[in-house]
């Protein structure tokens, strides 16, 4: 009679491949991770060059200083970082060291990426090893003036101004508002744009225990708002609900405003693809943190109801600029300035319009502005350029209307402004304006 029980070496060949089965399935998982992660922390952004391959470097960064160079940081061991071990990987992102000992501008914001757990920088480190395509291309040298082309003065800058430390959760606050504290504070970087740098060029915090982290202020002459609520130049994120954080990072977009700019890439390429848990986490935390004070958010916009009847029976008068808006604005944004949701932003009580420096608003007047299309908001609506309409004049008119109409409390614009911010547009008209709100 055959023996039909399985032999031990049958077993135990059934055995590894089970084992083996189960650690591919764990790597995959891990890659799966760090891949998500990755758009977390919005890697791309920085080290994708336009039209190159990903990750492959050559994308320059705008700073004071001088264009900053990304680096490859594909897996290719002769021009990326093929040959970097886990932990050179992790000291590269948590302390901006390269594995040869050099130091980083911190352009890479490891001031942040300090905060990344141990178990996140492994999955980063296998996704990028692993689930990234090789890729032989060497950027752009770096080459700045003196002193800053001096690394070893870097050094001296992250003696005075990081902390190396990692992220704490806060035993007072929930799980879902540590998990948005996390994302904010580290990988997001949220801090990089929305918080005032000081005289180096260094944040002033880097974390909420103190109340100038993501206050605001203006980069680049763009503006970016505070994030805490209240004050002048918020977005007054505490007015919004959970849903509207949500579906503005998600989408581009919400009942309140839109987005444009640079912050349409990082909607586009980093927080459309976050889960809904994560981006309720991020409004939570958003919304935990303390809002200034009465005191300091009583410029906030009034519905401007005289500005609204006025321009409904088009009664302007001598008010060029109103004229304009009637002209040029008015079939989108409509006599209220209140837009239409989740399509057209509204100009009332906007950031954007009520910046102090009026670069921004300028930027999206004459080069006009594009919505990301997003997984959730495909269509990728976009408001026209008017740089071929108006003239320096007549957009410096429209823009004082428009930042003084239905209670908003923005300064005056002059020709002179208009025309220096239109000398600086691109030939074909593209600009990185910065967001409407956010």
Not at 44 to 53: L, Q, S
Not at 89 to 117: C, H, N, Q, W
Not at 202 to 231: V, Y
Request: charge should be negative.
């Amino acid at each position: 009679m055959m023996n039909t029980r399985p032999s031990l070496l049958t077993l135990s060949l059934c055995s590894s491949l089970l084992l083996n089965g189960i650690a591919m399935a764990a790597d995959n998982d891990q890659i799966a991770r760090g891949e998500y992660l990755s758009r977390a922390g919005d890697c791309a952004a920085c080290h994708t060059a336009p039209d190159g391959k990903p990750f492959a470097g050559g994308q320059a960064i705008a700073s004071p200083f001088g264009d900053i160079y990304a680096t490859n940081i594909t897996p290719d061991p002769d021009t990326g970082i093929g040959n970097y071990t886990r932990d050179q990987f992790a000291r590269a992102l948590r302390e901006g060291v390269r594995a040869d000992g050099a130091k980083l501008y911190p352009a890479m914001p490891y001031p942040s990426y300090a905060k990344i757990t141990d178990e996140d920088i492994d999955a980063l480190y296998a996704y990028f090893m692993k689930g990234v395509e090789p890729v032989n291309n060497t950027p752009q040298e770096t080459d700045l003036s003196f002193p800053f082309n001096q690394r070893w003065g870097i050094g001296a800058w992250n003696w005075m101004f990081t902390d190396g430390k990692s992220f704490t959760p806060d035993a007072e606050q929930s799980d879902r508002i540590n998990r948005g504290a996390y994302l904010v504070q580290g990988l997001a970087h949220c801090g990089s744009c929305h918080t005032p740098r000081g005289l180096l060029f260094q944040e002033k915090a880097l974390d909420s225990n103190e109340d100038i982290f993501l206050s605001g202020t203006d980069l680049n002459d763009w503006h970016a708002p505070n994030l805490r609520g209240g004050g002048e130049g918020s977005s007054d994120l505490q007015g919004w609900s959970n849903q509207d954080i949500v579906d503005y990072l998600a989408t581009g977009r919400n009942d309140h405003n839109a987005v444009t700019g640079e912050m349409t890439s990082v909607v586009e390429h980093s927080t459309s693809h976050l889960s809904k848990d994560d981006l309720l986490s991020v409004a939570e935390y958003l919304k935990s943190l303390p809002r200034e004070s009465a005191a300091s958010s009583s410029k906030q916009s009034s519905p401007g109801e005289d500005t609204t009847a006025m321009l409904t029976a088009a009664d302007v008068g001598e008010n060029l600029g109103a004229r304009l808006y009637l002209d040029n604005c008015n079939a989108c944004h409509l006599a209220n300035g209140q837009g239409a949701k989740q399509v057209f932003p509204s100009l009332v009580g906007n950031s954007l319009v009520n910046a102090k420096d009026p670069t921004g608003l300028l930027n999206v007047m004459l080069a006009g502005a594009r919505l990301p299309s997003t997984p959730d908001k495909p269509e990728a609506l976009a408001m026209p350029d008017f740089s071929w309409r108006l003239s320096d004049e007549e957009a410096a008119e429209l823009a004082t209307f428009v930042r003084s109409a239905w209670g908003n409390h923005g300064g005056n614009v002059s020709a002179d402004q208009v025309s220096k911010v239109r000398s600086s547009l691109p030939e074909d008209g593209v600009t990185s304006a910065p967001d409407f709100d956010g």
